[in-house]
C-alpha cells in the first residue's frame, strides 16, 4: 500500500509558477507508475500527466504540454509537477496518484492510490 501527501499549491497570479510536490510512504514507490489530476468546482476530476515507473516516459493533456513538466525522484519517493505559465483555467485541486495495473495513464479509473489533493488558484 502507498500513502500519498501533496503540497505545493497556493494562490498565483497569471504566467506564475509552481512546483507541486507528492511524498510518498511506503517501501515500493518506484514499482509504480504516478500520476497528476485536477478538479475544478463543478467539473470532473481530469488527467494532467503520468510518469512511468522509472520516470524514463512522460505524458501529458495536450493543454499543459510546453508548460508543466512531471518528474519522479525514486530515492526520495516524491513525485513533482512544475508548473509554469500558470493561466486562470489552471485553476484547481490537484492529486497525485499511483497505479498498480498496466492500464490507461489517462483514466482516473486506472489508479489506485489518491493523496488529498492541493489547492492551485491562478488570478487574472
Known amino acids: 500500500q502507498v500513502q500519498l501527501a501533496e503540497s505545493g499549491g497556493g494562490l498565483v497570479q497569471a504566467g506564475g509558477s509552481l512546483r507541486l510536490s507528492c511524498a510518498a510512504s511506503?517501501?515500493?514507490?518506484?514499482?509504480?507508475?504516478m500520476g497528476w489530476f485536477r478538479q475544478a468546482p463543478g467539473k470532473e476530476r481530469e488527467f494532467v500527466a503520468a510518469?512511468?515507473?522509472?520516470?524514463?516516459?512522460?505524458y501529458y493533456t495536450d493543454s499543459v504540454k510546453g508548460r508543466f513538466t512531471i518528474s519522479r525522484d525514486n530515492v526520495k519517493s516524491t513525485v513533482y509537477l512544475q508548473m509554469n505559465s500558470l493561466q486562470p483555467e489552471d485553476t484547481g485541486v490537484y492529486y497525485c496518484?499511483?497505479?498498480?495495473?498496466?492500464?490507461?495513464?489517462?483514466?482516473?479509473?486506472?489508479?489506485?492510490?489518491w493523496g488529498q489533493g492541493t489547492q492551485v488558484t491562478v488570478s487574472s
Open positions: 496518484a499511483a497505479k498498480r495495473s498496466s492500464g490507461s495513464f489517462f483514466d482516473t479509473r486506472q489508479y489506485d492510490y
Open positions: 511506503g517501501r515500493t514507490f518506484s514499482y509504480y507508475p
Open positions: 510518469t512511468t515507473s522509472s520516470g524514463g516516459s512522460t
